[in-house]
């Protein structure tokens, strides 16, 4: 049984595919990540028993790619362009037009442009992709995320066979209001309106994710596989007697993640000191600020580490920290990577009060919330722990529990062999 897999980056440093690809391999079946090329990546590798194939980005776009597309579209995707041209038809041009005037802070014409050469660019690489896609032959289509699900109908079209949905987030709805134009949104929204019935089978990171798209398109239902670590015992380290405690932030540096309002948080700790580990378009920003706040003595800056070391440094800290701020709705079930390398490195962990967090850091009683938009709330939420030493080693040993009973691959891998034993079964009898 071979499965063909498809995702818009290079796949190294994606942990959810490399870790089912991976999982796959293992149980039997031959895989095929489909990627795209990046500077430094070549056009194919062997990872982890599994063969990579990059597609190069388009090159630069023609005035005829559009309508070129449009025809390709009504031949190769009847349905996806009904739909689109219904949805189209039903919508006032005019009104579709000041949407896009009104939710950019840049001049219609100039935001209207750069999404409509994403859409298109985007467009351009599923179009690539299907092509590799159809070469390969494969039993199952494998699509991560909504800007590759085009790409997996399409094959699944050609080939007549299985197409899987792994939507890593909520597509639509990762953006704050204002900074997508009606266009960029209209595109999407009627995509993944067409193709989500057209899928075999269909997973994601987290209950609310599942629940939020069977709600919306009328699904029979998703499969949560949650995006955590492979569980490996780390090696005990040095007694850490004697120190303050440590908070750590590792990640990326971007916006609404409440890495300011971390920052501030800084100046209200009655002990301890917070570092930041990881890179970004903020870097300068957060380094300024905690320059004119004076709290150098609080706030540190580490470098990055590979993937594979992230668990094995964070476990030189206390407790583990996710300051995401609920500007949309996927922002608001996040359930991010971070929180399980955190637990996994035996970290306490204080988060944002959203759905997916407090279930899981309350649940196991592995820390505690605060609103990640008011800087004293998060020092309180801290402060709690550094102050009761007692509790913070119990939570430290709760989160250690946690992962060997349950946040690790090893038992959500399970989730996705069944799933898939169940769409070969179905594939078998027909």
């Given at each position: 049984m071979k499965v063909c897999m498809l995702v818009t980056n290079p796949v190294s440093n994606d942990p959810r595919v490399r870790r089912e690809a991976a999982t796959l391999v293992k149980a039997g079946y031959q895989v095929v990540v489909i990627g795209v090329q990046g500077k430094e990546s070549s056009p194919e590798e062997w990872l982890d028993g599994y063969r990579v194939v990059r597609v190069p980005l388009p090159g630069s776009l023609r005035r005829h790619v559009i309508p070129h597309f449009l025809v390709w579209l009504k031949s190769a995707a009847p349905r996806l362009y009904t739909v689109l041209r219904d949805r189209?038809?039903?919508?006032?041009?005019?009104?579709?037009?000041?949407?896009?005037?009104?939710?950019?802070?840049?001049?219609?014409?100039?935001?209207?442009?750069?999404?409509?050469?994403?859409?298109?660019?985007?467009?351009?690489?599923?179009?690539?992709?299907?092509?590799?896609?159809?070469?390969?032959?494969?039993?199952?289509?494998?699509?991560?995320?909504?800007?590759?699900?085009?790409?997996?109908?399409?094959?699944?079209?050609?080939?007549?066979?299985?197409?899987?949905?792994?939507?890593?987030?909520?597509?639509?709805?990762?953006?704050?209001?204002?900074?997508?134009?009606?266009?960029?949104?209209?595109?999407?929204?009627?995509?993944?309106?067409?193709?989500?019935?057209?899928?075999?089978?269909?997973?994601?990171?987290?209950?609310?994710?599942?629940?939020?798209?069977?709600?919306?398109?009328?699904?029979?239902?998703?499969?949560?596989?949650?995006?955590?670590?492979?569980?490996?015992?780390?090696?005990?380290?040095?007694?850490?007697?004697?120190?303050?405690?440590?908070?750590?932030?590792?990640?990326?540096?971007?916006?609404?993640?409440?890495?300011?309002?971390?920052?501030?948080?800084?100046?209200?700790?009655?002990?301890?000191?917070?570092?930041?580990?990881?890179?970004?378009?903020?870097?300068?920003?957060?380094?300024?600020?905690?320059?004119?706040?004076?709290?150098?003595?609080?706030?540190?800056?580490?470098?990055?580490?590979?993937?594979?070391?992230?668990v094995k440094t964070a476990a030189e800290a206390d407790i583990g920290v996710i300051p995401y701020i609920p500007f949309c709705l996927n922002n608001r079930f996040c359930l991010p990577n971070k929180l399980f390398e955190y637990l996994m490195a035996g970290l306490a962990v204080v988060g944002s009060d959203l759905p997916e967090l407090r279930k899981v850091i309350l649940g196991h009683s592995v820390g505690g919330v605060f609103d990640p938009e008011a800087p004293q709330d998060i020092a309180r939420a801290l402060n709690d722990l550094i102050e009761d030493e007692e509790r913070l080693v119990r939570m430290k040993r709760n989160a250690l529990h946690a992962v060997r009973a349950v946040y690790n691959w090893q038992a959500e891998s399970v989730k996705l062999l069944k799933a898939y034993e169940s769409l070969v079964a179905v594939s078998a009898l027909r």
């Open positions: 189209y038809r039903s919508v006032n041009p005019r009104k579709l037009a000041e949407t896009s005037k009104a939710s950019s802070p840049l001049p219609e014409r100039s935001t209207l442009r750069s999404d409509l050469l994403n859409l298109i660019h985007v467009l351009r690489i599923n179009l690539k992709m299907a092509k590799e896609a159809i070469k390969q032959h494969a039993d199952v289509y494998h699509a991560h995320d909504l800007d590759t699900l085009l790409a997996g109908y399409i094959a699944k079209l050609r080939t007549r066979k299985k197409l899987v949905y792994d939507f890593h987030e909520l597509y639509t709805e990762q953006f704050k209001d204002g900074v997508k134009t009606g266009a960029w949104r209209f595109y999407y929204s009627s995509l993944e309106r067409a193709l989500v019935k057209t899928t075999d089978l269909r997973l994601t990171v987290c209950e609310s994710l599942g629940d939020w798209v069977t709600q919306r398109y009328g699904t029979d239902g998703v499969i949560t596989v949650r995006n955590v670590p492979v569980y490996e015992p780390l090696p005990p380290g040095p007694a850490n007697r004697g120190r303050e405690p440590v908070v750590l932030y590792h990640g990326g540096y971007f916006r609404d993640r409440g890495l300011e309002q971390l920052i501030e948080s800084a100046q209200y700790l009655k002990r301890g000191r917070i570092v930041f580990r990881g890179f970004g378009e903020l870097e300068d920003r957060l380094r300024a600020l905690v320059r004119e706040q004076g709290l150098k003595d609080r706030v540190s800056f580490a470098p990055p580490v590979p993937m594979p070391e992230l």
